[in-house]
């Protein structure tokens, strides 16, 4: 079962703040976090385990909430090269990492 | 650099063409995977192979076929396509497949795809 992200986009101007959802229906072990620019292969940011911890890349943090088996991802003080489509990744208790569509983040000056 | 090198980076091909998909893997993982990237949809896995083992193959279509010569190489092999095929194909590696939770995966730049 494929995770929900929200919003699908959304456009900022630098150093504005976003935040992004992502959200599952089944029980979560882990939330993986990567961002891909046009082009160019998805990177990792960062991941969450059971725990309910939260970390933080630079400006990039992120949350995970096992009870509500959901996770969300804050673009804090938003710079251009924030720019590109955000994935969030869930691994249940099969160990398997299911992509979300992702989110397409514009940050324009 | 992400440790994980496609080739080629492009490809068009025709419908009764056969090609190939190459990528090699320099982080010493034992996982690799085949992802299919398609516009405004979630990454679609197709295989995985793990010790060089195929160890998953997700109803994929038969003018698709991967092969794994060792943990460090892995091919698509693409005969017959159709249009829809035309997508971005992603090798990706980790260091396991399974057992354990907090498994990261590092993808390739991938590899675009037009069949015509």
């Known amino acids: 079962q494929q995770p929900v992200q929200s919003p699908q986009a959304v456009i900022l101007r630098e150093g504005e703040d976003a935040v992004i959802n992502c959200s599952s229906s089944?029980?979560?072990?882990?939330v993986h976090w990567y961002r891909q620019k046009h082009g160019e292969a998805p990177v990792f940011l960062m991941i969450l385990l059971k725990g309910g911890e939260q970390k933080g890349h630079d400006k990039i943090s992120a949350s995970f909430n096992e009870k509500k088996q959901q996770s969300s991802l804050y673009l804090t003080a938003s710079q251009l090269s924030y720019s590109g489509t955000y994935f969030c990744?869930?691994?249940?208790?099969?160990?398997?990492?299911?992509f979300g569509a992702g989110t397409t983040v514009t940050v324009r000056a | 650099e992400t440790g994980v090198t496609q080739t080629p980076r492009h490809l068009v091909m025709g419908m009764t063409n056969k090609k190939s998909l190459k990528c090699e893997q320099h982080l010493g993982h034992n996982a690799m995977y085949w992802y299919k990237q398609s516009a405004k949809k979630p990454l679609e896995l197709m295989f995985v192979?793990?010790?060089?083992?195929?160890?998953e193959n997700n109803s994929v279509p038969s003018r698709f076929s991967p092969e794994c010569p060792n943990s460090s190489h892995l091919f698509l092999h693409l005969h017959t396509l159709q249009p829809e095929d035309s997508a971005l194909y992603l090798c990706a590696s980790s260091q396991r497949y399974g057992g354990r939770s907090g498994n990261t995966i590092y993808f390739g730049e991938g590899s675009w795809l037009t069949v015509v």
């Open positions: 192979y793990s010790l060089e083992e195929r160890v």
């Open positions: 089944k029980a979560l072990y882990s």
């Open positions: 990744g869930t691994e249940g208790g099969d160990y398997k990492l299911s």
